[in-house]
């Protein structure tokens, strides 16, 4: 099975910290993505990307910034927390972008407190 | 962009009891996937269907894609499938699923 990982399942920060949350999956996926999770909301698309060193804004980019460095590694910046980035990220990866093999995979979560 | 409307937003059984989660969409999709979320916060994929039927144990799905909707059906529920249950859809081929707001199932024993 597909695994994604991410690096903390809890996170509390101070305001105006620079906040770095890490995803790592091992099936060689193409495609990844950072969604977060507000009550009423559901899932809200941050960023994503398609491959290396390649990244697309989704619905809310405002406030982050992402890196791929490597294939397996998806990394979400919050350049200087606010308050309202409290929220549960969610990582996810796929194989495809388009059809039957379009199949989320998500990682636990983090739960990030900004205080 | 995609509209995706989940209803009931809450909803509550005892254990044994039947329902149906309803996902409403606002244009023709050629992905759409139903997904639980536990307490714990873990989302799993439960179906990937289109259009049609199909069924995975207690669990089983239907959509009627000419007319913009999904049903998924609970049956003999259990206090496992207590959770937050997401509809997503395909948008164009972008490979970004949107995602419903959720129906939250509690099951109480």
């Known amino acids: 099975d597909v695994k994604v990982t991410q690096s903390s399942r809890y996170l509390v920060k101070r305001t105006g910290e620079k906040v770095f949350l890490e995803c790592v999956q091992d099936?060689?996926?193409?495609?990844m993505f950072w969604y977060r999770q507000d009550p009423g909301l559901g899932l809200r698309l941050i960023y994503f990307s398609y491959d290396v060193k390649m990244k697309e804004k989704g619905d809310i980019p405002e406030g982050y910034s992402v890196s791929r460095e490597k294939k397996e590694r998806f990394s979400l910046i919050l350049e200087s927390a606010s308050t309202n980035q409290t929220s549960m990220y969610l990582c996810?990866?796929?194989?495809?972008?388009?059809?039957?093999?379009?199949?989320?995979?998500f990682g636990s979560g983090t739960r990030l407190t900004v205080v | 962009g995609i509209q995706v409307e989940q209803s009931p937003p809450d909803l509550i059984l005892q254990e044994g009891a039947n329902s149906t989660l309803r996902c409403n969409f606002s244009?023709?999709?050629?992905?759409l996937q139903w997904f639980h979320q536990n307490p714990w916060g873990q989302l799993i994929n439960l179906f990937y269907?289109?259009?049609g039927t199909k069924q995975n144990g207690r669990l089983s799905a239907t959509t009627v894609a000419t007319e913009r909707y999904s049903l998924l059906y609970i049956s003999s529920s259990q206090t496992t499938d207590s959770g937050v249950y997401f509809c997503a859809v395909l948008s164009g081929n972008t490979g970004k699923l949107i995602f419903g707001q959720g129906t939250t199932l509690q099951v109480k024993p």
């Open positions: 269907i289109p259009s």
């Open positions: 099936m060689d996926h193409e495609n």
């Open positions: 244009d023709s999709v050629n992905n």
């Open positions: 996810a990866s796929s194989p495809s972008r388009t059809g039957a093999m379009l199949r989320y995979t």
